[in-house]
């Protein structure tokens, strides 16, 4: 396994970015301690081609610029919405940033995809990678409590890249964690991934108003778009959804077990993504609105060039008791760990 380390930028502040690079010889992927930012996965073809397939910029700048992205950045300290802006916790009412509409969007305007984070390399029996840490001081985001945060990103020689979340608070509060990578299994700026098949293992879905904040209700995908309980190509059905994809898929889960979530096939390349995970819901998000977006290498993002599978906890769950509860408590660990295993 080859590691590389290099600086690539430094912030106004003063404070170092620095990228890791960790191959397998085989494939290899490239992280950012700039918000923990996965910045390059590239992967061989069937007929030997390699190509980048996730979406990311050319620069730190560029991320910093366009941070409403998200582009393959770790989200915290709650991923996705809670409905406005807001939440009750222990009889005491939390005011967030209202960054969507009246609602809280991935933490907020100061979310983790912003910030610098400490960062080590990693050596293990299971894999090689990096080791991101920062601790997020109470009162950050508005959420309540002083947050230890682990980001781990481990490449093995089976092409598994594991990423495991791990928190630990002096308070209780509501957590949820997940990386946003852009996936487009033709390489990056190799147009839409319409054609691209996906299967979830989910037989029900979480309906949302226009916001996209979860109504409460838990539908059945059966005999709808939404029903990719057998491989389908996003395309087939996604003009019947308004807006496109954009729903927390719920999984069958089996206890804390890994589980499988999701995959995707690519027919042009014959690569594939296969996902396992421990948390219980994963938002497919069709990029929908990504529209002229320049990336790297002088690529053109556009409506439909990738789709994220963010592996998490359903969205707005401090405002919705009838959901699964992730909220943590003093000297508890939270921890959430997602596999993307690759093949061609």
């Known amino acids: 396994m080859k590691i590389k380390k290099q600086k690539i930028a430094v912030l106004p502040d003063g404070k170092k970015i620095h990228l890791f690079t960790i191959?397998?010889?085989?494939?290899?992927?490239?992280?950012?301690?700039?918000?923990?930012?996965?910045?390059s996965?590239?992967?061989?073809?069937?007929?030997?081609?390699?190509?980048?397939?996730?979406l990311g910029f050319p620069s730190i700048e560029s991320y910093m610029k366009n941070w409403t992205c998200f582009f393959g950045v770790f989200v915290?300290?709650?991923?996705?919405?809670?409905?406005?802006?807001?939440?009750?916790?222990?009889g005491k009412k939390y005011c967030l940033d209202d960054n969507d509409g009246g609602n809280t969007l991935h933490g907020?305007?100061?979310?983790?995809?912003?910030?610098?984070?400490?960062?080590?390399?990693?050596?293990t029996q299971s894999g090689s990678g990096v080791r991101f840490s920062r601790t997020s001081p109470d009162g950050e985001q508005g959420f309540p409590g002083t947050v230890s945060l682990e980001v781990l990103y481990l490449l093995n020689d089976n092409n598994e890249?594991?990423?495991?979340?791990?928190?630990?608070?002096?308070?209780?509060?509501?957590?949820?964690?997940?990386?946003?990578?852009?996936?487009?299994?033709?390489?990056?700026?190799?147009?839409?991934?319409?054609?691209?098949?996906?299967?979830?293992?989910?037989?029900?879905?979480?309906?949302?108003?226009?916001?996209?904040?979860?109504?409460?209700?838990?539908?059945s995908v059966k005999g709808t778009p939404f029903d990719f309980t057998e491989p389908k190509k996003i395309g087939k059905e996604i003009g019947a959804v308004p807006g496109g994809y954009d729903h927390c898929f719920c999984l069958n889960k089996d206890g804390a077990k890994l589980i499988?979530?999701?995959?995707?096939?690519d027919p042009a390349t014959e690569r594939t993504m296969t996902i396992r995970t421990n948390q219980p819901?994963?938002?497919?998000?069709?990029?929908?609105?990504?529209?002229?977006?320049c990336g790297k290498n002088g690529d053109i993002y556009n409506k439909h060039s990738a789709l994220c599978l963010e592996t998490q906890q359903y969205?707005?769950?401090?405002?919705?008791?009838?959901?699964?509860?992730?909220?943590?408590?003093?000297?508890?660990?939270?921890?959430?760990?997602?596999?993307?295993?690759?093949?061609?």
């Open 281 to 293: 819901g994963v938002q497919f998000y069709a990029a929908n609105s990504v529209n002229g977006v």
């Open 76 to 90: 915290g300290r709650f991923a996705n919405r809670i409905g406005g802006a807001s939440f009750t916790l222990n």
């Open 161 to 219: 890249l594991t990423m495991r979340y791990r928190a630990k608070t002096d308070a209780d509060t509501p957590i949820n964690l997940t990386n946003h990578s852009y996936f487009n299994l033709s390489g990056a700026g190799n147009g839409d991934v319409l054609d691209q098949e996906l299967c979830i293992n989910a037989d029900s879905y979480l309906e949302v108003d226009k916001q996209l904040i979860p109504t409460g209700k838990l539908l």
């Open 260 to 265: 499988n979530c999701a995959t995707v096939r």
């Open 23 to 39: 191959s397998n010889g085989e494939m290899s992927f490239s992280a950012t301690d700039y918000g923990c930012t996965i910045t």
């Open 41 to 54: 996965i590239i992967l061989p073809s069937k007929s030997g081609r390699k190509d980048d397939i996730v």
């Open 108 to 123: 907020g305007f100061h979310g983790y995809n912003r910030m610098k984070w400490k960062a080590e390399i990693v050596e």
């Open 315 to 344: 969205p707005d769950f401090p405002n919705k008791p009838d959901f699964p509860q992730s909220i943590l408590h003093a000297n508890e660990l939270f921890e959430a760990v997602t596999v993307h295993s690759f093949g061609w």
